[in-house]
């Protein structure tokens, strides 16, 4: 997970300095804490992806914890939802389907963010 973001976040670039300088300094504390052992720790520094899109921001907020878990955030972006997600709903990650999720909602990250 930690190294997927990493890779996304070194080629996202956002016209908005204020923004770009927050995707920086977030990837900066993503590999200072993955080479740590400790990628969970960057989730303060999360908060610049919430400027880019919320439902992103939900969702690898509960993929970055300590104990991870599947927010309701990313089924609704690998479904292309449009109602609203809950930020506070999610699952405890336990089948080989959820892990493939998150394998697919990272590979798909970029996109998103892009778009």
């Keep these: ?5 990493i890779a996304t976040l070194t080629v996202l670039r ?3 300095a204020e923004i770009q300088e927050g995707l920086h300094t977030l990837r900066r504390e993503l590999v200072r804490q993955r080479d740590a052992g400790t990628p969970w720790r960057a989730r303060a520094a999360l908060d610049v992806l919430s400027m880019l899109d919320m439902t992103v921001w939900a969702g690898v907020l509960g993929l970055l914890d300590e104990c991870p878990v599947m927010p309701a955030a990313v089924p609704a972006i690998l479904d292309g939802s449009t109602r609203s997600v809950s930020a506070t709903a999610f699952e405890f990650i336990s089948t080989a389907a959820q892990i493939r999720d998150v394998r697919a909602f ?5 996109d998103v963010l892009l778009a």
Excluded: I, S, T
Aim: glycine share 0%.
């Design 1 to 5: 997970m930690a190294e997927h973001l």
């Design 14 to 16: 956002c016209v908005d």
């Design 106 to 110: 990272m590979r798909k990250l970029l």
